[in-house]
């Protein structure tokens, strides 16, 4: 017999399900975070979206995360879901995190104008790289920014692109000063 603790949990996985497809989440990402069947989600997604789940291979190249124009928006998800993550005082699973950090970073993005790059599933993609530790959150030494860095390229003197291209237009200019 079923707990009434139980049945509330059963009752959440499906919400967060719910809203991991509306948020464009693939049926094997949903999957991975609600442990439902891949049916069952199949059917839910038909239902919610109006047309079959996307086919293919989920997003999992860590190069993407490190081109120029998806740099910021990840790094800016990954120190969201990182603050978010050190701001619960009530344990949060990672599902709800996922979805909380996508939710913020999504209209932080809206706000300022820009066009959302990251997708749910590459949020869940980013948040399984840091985990396995191919990826790691990286600060600048001059500006104090976070952005994201393979692990290999990790080093305590870090400089992003834009405080390194800023010192080189800066001794550019000295040097045309100067001469």
């Known amino acids: 017999m079923a707990t009434k603790r139980d049945l509330q949990q059963e009752m959440q996985r499906y919400r967060q399900a719910e809203r991991l497809l509306q948020l464009g989440a693939r049926v094997p990402v949903v999957v991975d975070m609600t442990r439902l069947s891949s049916w069952f989600l199949r059917k839910l997604s038909l239902e919610i979206n109006g047309v079959s789940p996307k086919k293919g291979q989920i997003p999992n190249s860590d190069q993407w995360y490190l081109r120029r124009k998806n740099l910021l928006q990840s790094s800016l998800f990954c120190q969201i879901y990182q603050k978010l993550m ?6 949060t699973d990672e599902c709800t995190l996922l ?5 913020q970073w999504r209209a932080t993005i809206v706000a300022c104008g820009l066009e959302p790059q990251l997708s749910i599933d590459r949020a869940w993609w980013l ?3 840091i985990k396995m530790r191919s990826l790691q959150p990286c600060r600048c030494r001059d500006c104090q920014g976070q952005f994201l860095q393979p692990w290999s390229r990790i080093r305590h003197n870090f400089r ?16 045309g000063r100067s001469v």
């Open 127 to 129: 948040i399984k790289a």
């Open 160 to 175: 992003c692109e834009s405080c390194r291209s800023h010192t080189v237009t800066h001794r550019q200019v000295s040097a």
């Open 86 to 91: 050190q701001l619960t005082d009530v344990p």
């Open 99 to 103: 979805m909380e950090g996508y939710a």
